[in-house]
């Protein structure tokens, strides 16, 4: 009978659901063979409609080797204007808004379950991309200050968890590209549902439909890591599974 291989459970949203953007998990399991990995991501999932999911998810999934944990841009959406903020709480039922203290309390209490459930299991908390690629943004500026707290709440709290940084990661490619962005040098992104809901699904379209990459849908509309300001494309979720790759060694 062959032994079967560690468990890898990434919980999270959309970016690590993988369908309505480029998957990093899919790369993190091509990255390491001897590994199984689970995404279970919901598109839109805010941090309390998951804080909510995980002690299911640990029960389906048992002793896992390590569990990475994604939250924070649906968060962030949730607070970008009175639109997606009745769209969050409809959708998802979720019974406070998602300001910064409320989002830090959720990260903390997943990672709280996972350690006191799955005391073996290293725990890795991935910081959210950036919303849109403008760092003049708000919400751009919101996602860095959500996982700017995020760090800092980690650091005091869960010194156990690990923290791969991926806005970081993601903002110092944007400063080294930025002499090829043309977002650079456009009207400001304004986050509403009517412009998600024309960007995420037409992006999806042409990339089921019309068969075109991630990256070259994002190069169409002048991005370089997002398809539609929100989810990522190919060349971003490879900066996601290198970012995550080290906290990997040694799980077993």
């Given at each position: 009978?062959?032994?079967?291989?560690?468990?890898?459970?990434?919980?999270?949203?959309?970016?690590?659901?993988?369908?309505?953007?480029?998957?990093?998990?899919?790369?993190?399991?091509?990255?390491?063979?001897?590994?199984?990995?689970?995404?279970?991501?919901?598109?839109?999932?805010?941090?309390?409609?998951?804080?909510?999911?995980?002690?299911?998810?640990?029960?389906?999934?048992?002793?896992?080797?390590?569990v990475l944990i994604m939250a924070g841009s649906n968060d962030c959406?949730?607070?970008?204007?009175?639109?997606?903020?009745?769209?969050?709480?409809?959708?998802?039922?979720?019974?406070?808004?998602?300001?910064?203290?409320?989002?830090?309390?959720?990260?903390?209490?997943?990672?709280?379950?996972?350690?006191?459930?799955?005391?073996?299991?290293?725990?890795?908390?991935?910081?959210?991309?950036?919303?849109?690629?403008?760092?003049?943004?708000?919400?751009?500026?919101?996602?860095?200050?959500?996982?700017?707290?995020?760090?800092?709440?980690?650091?005091?709290?869960?010194?156990?968890?690990?923290?791969?940084?991926?806005?970081?990661?993601?903002?110092?490619?944007?400063?080294?590209?930025?002499?090829?962005?043309?977002?650079?040098?456009?009207?400001?992104?304004?986050?509403?549902v009517l412009s998600c809901v024309i960007w995420q699904p037409t992006?999806?379209?042409?990339?089921?439909?019309?068969?075109?990459?991630?990256?070259?849908?994002?190069?169409?509309?002048?991005?370089?890591?997002?398809?539609?300001?929100?989810?990522?494309?190919?060349?971003?979720?490879?900066?996601?599974?290198?970012?995550?790759?080290?906290?990997?060694?040694?799980?077993?």
């Open positions: 009978m062959a032994q079967q291989k560690p468990l890898v459970l990434c919980v999270g949203d959309s970016q690590t659901d993988g369908t309505a953007g480029s998957s990093f998990v899919q790369r993190l399991a091509k990255a390491n063979p001897h590994l199984q990995f689970r995404a279970c991501g919901v598109n839109g999932m805010p941090s309390e409609s998951m804080t909510k999911r995980m002690p299911r998810l640990l029960r389906r999934y048992f002793n896992p080797a390590a959406l949730e607070q970008q204007c009175w639109s997606l903020s009745i769209f969050y709480r409809l959708g998802f039922w979720i019974t406070r808004p998602a300001t910064q203290e409320v989002f830090v309390e959720n990260m903390s209490r997943m990672v709280d379950t996972v350690q006191r459930t799955c005391p073996k299991a290293k725990v890795v908390v991935l910081t959210c991309p950036p919303l849109s690629e403008q760092p003049h943004n708000a919400a751009f500026q919101r996602t860095t200050e959500y996982n700017a707290a995020l760090q800092q709440h980690l650091r005091s709290h869960h010194p156990g968890a690990a923290v791969a940084d991926v806005h970081t990661a993601f903002v110092q490619f944007l400063q080294k590209h930025a002499a090829r962005s043309k977002q650079l040098q456009m009207p400001v992104v304004r986050f509403n992006a999806v379209l042409q990339h089921y439909l019309l068969r075109r990459s991630w990256d070259e849908i994002s190069r169409l509309r002048g991005l370089q890591l997002l398809t539609d300001n929100v989810h990522i494309n190919d060349t971003a979720a490879q900066l996601v599974a290198q970012t995550v790759q080290p906290f990997l060694q040694g799980v077993e």
